[in-house]
């Protein structure tokens, strides 16, 4: 199982593919919020969404271990009601992927719904929309390019999520070892043809990322 | 038999800006029927008392009645949300959902189940002269078909009041006449009230059947558009000849002054947001008295 080399790439896909579907709704919700909402903790809230952004990825890796431990302040909250231990599992690597993607999803997003302009929610509200209904009838169908682009990039850097995963996740073979961590472990142990398998996919993914980015760059909405 | 509620009365105070720098707006509004112009420089209140009328500003105080029903009244604490007060609203930019064409613009505040179906979509595309760009994409419209493809909308929904924020500003002279000949017709066979606001005084003399006055943030007057707006007064414009008077044919010619002056309506008067003023002033056939016709 270990040897299988289509392992890490199924895995990178599928975690980062569940990362996505859990940060997705929380970031987009968050670029709405702050592209929008005027509130006394905004400017705090928008360094804490550009932290992991900054960051060594390590020290993202040792605030989630300290926090997510066993002994962490969430982790023994998570063992002693649910019995779930987080640490060395596919969760954690999911856990990780989140963290690091959801500022450049939130930072992606938020300049695409501040773009619409607010005279159009205007009259979807006129027209008898609640402001949920704004959101998705108006809001949404304008910036959708940019949420998109938003969405690919996260993706993207789910995929790619080396430092917090390593501390976090570990890299166990058949279990947690993504594409990026093998990459190290091959290099490591002086496979370059395995770490190069992996080197291409990756980098065939992060151009396509880029090109699916730029066809998504926002359109003119004067309308 | 009771007589009918009036279309709108408002008593309104809205604050706005940071308190070093706060612009405050007193109006007070009455509408039995028919449209009510709301008119004044740039500047004076007049879009924020609209806002206010939609739900879209908060006022600080003052009461809002709709057709006899309390949409805002701060001693009662009634503040019905935007989407719940049936009113009617069309911006001056922006108006159009750029991803719908224009029928689905045209239907976007009917229900789920209706907007295929209902026959005010296409008995209003055929009112306001849409039909045939009934698939059209906003981004193809011209700025005068922008604004017929939101008043559609806006009237779809059947709203109690209709609320235009200078819904002629952005486009053409040629076509502001058409569209307020246009709007004027609807707003009768559809029996729907009206708030205009304009800076533009032919607007409100075409459109207003009552005109309210602001000024620095307040209402000042109110009356009739052909009595508040000077009907008939004269416009004088004096200077130093710069230059001959040159000419542009058909009988039209042009000439440059100095330290012009012009003297006539404030509200003539009043620069636009560019700084510049523009009248228009128009000669009249021999005969006709002065007073008949100068605006």
């Excluded at chain 1, 705090?44 to 989630?64: K, M, R």
């Excluded at chain 1, 969760?91 to 159009?120: D, F, G, N, W, Y």
């Excluded at chain 1, 291409?200 to 926002?218: E, F, I, M, Q, Y």
């Excluded at chain 2, 059209?136 to 235009?164: C, D, I, M, N």
């Amino acid at each position: 199982m270990t040897d299988d080399p289509t392992f890490p790439i199924v895995l990178s896909l599928r975690l980062a593919a569940i990362s996505l579907v859990l940060v997705a709704p929380v970031g987009v919700a968050l670029a709405f919020v702050q592209a929008r909402r005027r509130y006394p903790l905004r400017g705090l809230v928008d360094a804490l969404i550009l932290l992991p952004l900054v960051l060594p990825p390590s020290v993202v890796g040792f605030v989630l271990v300290v926090l997510f431990g066993r002994h962490g302040p969430l982790g023994s909250v998570l063992e002693s009601l649910f019995g779930v231990r987080l640490v060395f599992t596919q969760a954690a690597a999911v856990l990780a992927s989140c963290v690091v993607a959801m500022p450049l999803l939130v930072k992606t997003a938020q300049p695409a719904i501040e773009a619409v302009p607010r005279e159009l929610e205007n009259v979807g509200r006129s027209l008898g929309l609640s402001p949920l209904g704004v959101f998705f009838r108006v809001t949404l169908p304008c910036a959708w390019r940019g949420v998109a682009a938003a969405l690919v990039l996260a993706f993207a850097r789910a995929v790619g999520e080396f430092g917090a995963t390593l501390m976090f996740a570990g890299n166990i073979p058949g279990r947690t070892n993504t594409m990026p961590l093998e990459i190290f472990a091959a290099y490591q142990a002086g496979d370059d043809a395995r770490a190069l398998v992996y080197v291409v996919v990756l980098s065939v993914l992060s151009g396509v990322v880029v090109l699916v980015a730029a066809r998504l760059s926002p359109k003119d909405l004067t309308a | 038999m009771s007589a009918p509620e009036p279309a709108l009365e408002a008593r309104l105070s809205i604050e706005v800006g940071p308190s070093a720098n706060r612009f405050v707006v007193e109006a007070e509004l009455s509408l039995a029927s028919g449209v009510l112009v709301l008119f004044g420089p740039s500047g004076a209140g007049k879009s924020l008392t609209l806002g206010a009328l939609a739900g879209l500003v908060h006022p600080t105080r003052g009461l809002i009645r709709v057709s006899g029903e309390s949409l805002y009244d701060s001693e009662r604490k009634i503040d019905v949300k935007t989407h719940k007060r049936k009113l009617g609203y069309v911006p001056q930019h922006h108006s159009l959902f750029p991803f719908l064409d224009v029928t689905g613009n045209v239907a976007f505040g009917l229900p789920r189940s209706e907007r295929n179906k209902n026959p005010m979509v296409p008995q209003l595309l055929e009112d306001l002269g849409l039909t045939h760009l009934a698939s059209s994409k906003p981004a193809s419209l011209s700025g005068g078909e922008r604004q017929r493809v939101a008043l559609a909308r806006a009237l779809a929904v059947r709203p109690r009041l209709l609320l235009l924020d200078e819904p002629f500003a952005s486009i053409d002279q040629e076509g502001r006449v058409a569209l307020r000949k246009t709007l004027r017709e609807v707003l009768n066979r559809y029996k729907t009230p009206a708030v205009l606001v304009t800076h533009d005084p032919e607007e409100a003399l075409a459109l207003g059947d009552t005109l309210v006055r602001f000024e620095r943030g307040r209402t000042t007057t109110s009356g009739t558009p052909a009595s508040l707006l000077g009907r008939g007064q004269p416009v004088m414009v004096t200077g130093k000849a710069r230059s001959v008077v040159e000419s542009l044919g058909e009988g039209r010619g042009a000439i440059v002054l100095e330290d012009a002056r012009v003297e006539g309506p404030s509200e003539l008067l009043s620069p636009g947001e560019d700084g510049h003023v523009t009248i228009e002033l128009r000669t009249w056939p021999r005969g006709r008295r002065r007073d008949e016709g100068a605006r």
